[in-house]
């Protein structure tokens, strides 16, 4: 079992995984330590569809056809800004451009872009497909609360040695995983997440993002300004 630091420094979002099952056991148990995350008044706004086996394989074969044939779909929510600014539009651009050169995909190869796209909906192979929903009615600050449980979910996968993406790709056909799921009316899409044992081999796992240091987004403050 990792330690929480390497746990934290150690998980990335992987795109390639091996088809080794994960025992359900061990999902319960993932799941069942990242529901210790805080939420306002104990609310508990989670909620996870967990796929596996025949259901995961329709699943992905269901949402993986619309990709490749083009269907857009409309997101529940709108995970991006309409527009990106810096420093943010750098950032974008730069998590891009090195995914693509670490799969020798070209510039303007849309193709290739599109296929790789494509890819999030079969979990990217990994044996277990989560789906997370929350109540329609619910506010900003149970989302924010939804987050930290989502975070738990990931370190706590990767401290006993598996591997996760979240992927917010899902939202784009949230009808049809809606009816697929038989997941009510009153919950909407938060994300999909992939778990199981990263291909170690897959080039695409051997890229990494950049983090900006401490000192770029923090302010310590021992007296208030002005005073």
């Known amino acids: 079992m990792l330690g929480a630091d390497e746990a934290i420094l150690t998980r990335k979002s992987i795109r390639a995984f091996l ?6 056991e061990t999902v319960e148990e993932i799941l069942a330590v990242a529901a210790r995350a805080p939420s306002g008044t104990n ?16 699943f992905c074969r269901r949402l993986e056809a619309l990709a490749l044939e083009g269907e857009a779909g409309t997101p529940q929510y709108a995970y991006y800004p309409p527009v990106f600014r810096e420093p943010y539009l750098t950032r974008r651009r730069k998590v891009g451009f090195d995914l693509y050169a670490t799969l020798g995909i070209q510039k303007g190869d849309k193709a290739r872009m599109h296929a790789q796209h494509a890819r999030n909906f079969t979990f990217f192979d990994a044996p277990v497909g989560l789906v997370f929903t929350i109540d329609d009615d619910l506010e900003l600050g149970s989302w924010l609360d939804y987050g930290m449980f989502l975070q738990n979910v990931m370190i706590a996968a990767r401290a006993r040695g598996l591997d996760t993406c979240p992927q917010a790709a899902f939202i784009t056909y949230h009808r049809e995983i809606r009816e697929l799921l038989a997941i ?3 919950q909407r899409i938060v994300c999909g997440m992939a778990l199981g044992h990263r291909d170690p081999a897959a ?3 051997l890229f990494e ?19």
Do not use: Y
């Open 203 to 205: 080039p695409e796992n």
């Open 19 to 24: 088809d080794t099952p994960v025992p359900r």
């Open 43 to 58: 609310m508990q706004p989670w909620r996870a569809t967990v796929l596996t086996g025949a259901a995961r394989t329709e």
């Open 209 to 227: 993002t950049v983090r900006e240091p401490v000192a770029a987004f923090t302010t310590f403050l021992e007296t208030l300004p002005g005073r």
């Open 184 to 186: 009510p009316a009153d």
